[in-house]
């Protein structure tokens, strides 16, 4: 049987598949199984970091459960001819979803509105204050990949219109790509983020593009918090500079500062871009997959290029 290291589990039913075919290892005993692991299940964020990959010499390739790879030393594997697989595609309804959940749930007011029902006030103070559309708007996506073009649709549908911003204009859809991200963000209701956390992206949404997206403004990140400067975000918000977030990702998970806790404007979610028990369920089987097709000799099915 092939020796298997798992820092991250899979679903319960794949899990299972797993077991059956390969020999599991938990990551708790890396020392005592580092030199006979052909394989390694991770996810986006949970490594395996170069040291350790170095203290596997037998390690064949390493398979996420995430479409995002920021914690992952890609190249690194690479350059010692490991090859790394993700999840593309599967996930990408649900974080549309979610992306679009968070801009109505933002613009509605929909939890801190849920809240005044909870707490009895309906009766005692009357209507709840008039909230903003979510539709007839202008939606900003940043990052015009597989999930960004999901939510273009969606947004689309609520007849919004759709731009966005990337480094390069992609061929096949309509809407306007803007070079500038300031400008995008300076034309637009709702800025929605879904661009890959890399060095180059840190902090892509700065001062500068929080400030252009102003006091009626709403950002949506649906990414990795390192792609906003959270500081800049967290202040604009206090002093009403942005006129609210819907946000799934932070900077430092899964501590959210607190400071948000206390705003009606702000809708927190702890990471569940993906998180259905179907889509977790087609992740899990994609990794399964990979291993599979790299253990039989064929092509892997999603490997990071
Ligand atoms: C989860 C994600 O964080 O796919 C991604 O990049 O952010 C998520 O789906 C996670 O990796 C699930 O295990």
């Not at 001819?81 to 801009?103: F, H, K, Q, R």
């Amino acid at each position: 049987m092939i020796d298997v290291i798992q820092f991250v589990k899979l679903r319960p039913e794949v899990q299972a598949e797993l077991e059956a075919r390969y020999r599991v290892h938990w990551k708790d005993k890396f020392d005592a199984v580092a030199g006979i692991v052909r394989a390694a299940v991770t996810n986006g964020h949970s490594g395996p970091a170069p040291e350790l990959i170095d203290r596997m010499p037998r390690l064949e390739i390493i398979a996420s459960a995430s479409v995002g790879y920021d914690g992952i030393p890609v190249e690194y594997a690479r350059s010692k001819g490991i090859p790394v697989t993700n999840t593309p595609e599967v996930l990408n309804d649900d974080v549309a979803d979610l992306a679009i959940g968070l801009m109505i749930m933002t613009a509605r007011r929909l939890v801190a509105s849920d809240r005044y029902v909870r707490a009895g006030r309906w009766p005692q103070e009357g209507e709840y204050p008039l909230a903003q559309r979510a539709s007839g708007k202008r939606v900003g996506i940043l990052g015009m990949g597989r999930i960004g073009r999901a939510i273009g649709r969606r947004a689309e549908a609520m007849n919004n219109t759709v731009a966005y911003h990337s480094r390069h204009p992609v061929t096949d859809v309509a809407w306007r790509h803007y070079p500038d991200l300031v400008e995008l963000a300076r034309d637009s209701d709702f800025l929605i983020v879904i661009i890959p956390s890399t060095p180059q992206t840190g902090k892509i949404v700065s001062k500068a593009v929080i400030e252009a997206l102003g006091p009626t403004g709403i950002l949506v990140n649906v990414a990795r918090g390192a792609v906003v400067d959270e500081e800049a975000l967290v202040e604009a918000l206090q002093s009403g500079k942005l006129g609210g977030a819907g946000l799934d990702v932070f900077v430092n998970e899964p501590q959210v500062p607190q400071v948000l806790f206390g705003m009606d404007n702000v809708v927190l979610q702890p990471h569940v871009g993906s998180a259905t028990v179907e889509t977790r369920r087609a992740m899990s089987q994609l990794v399964l997959d990979n291993l599979d097709a790299h253990f039989a000799g064929r092509p892997l099915l999603t490997e990071i290029k």
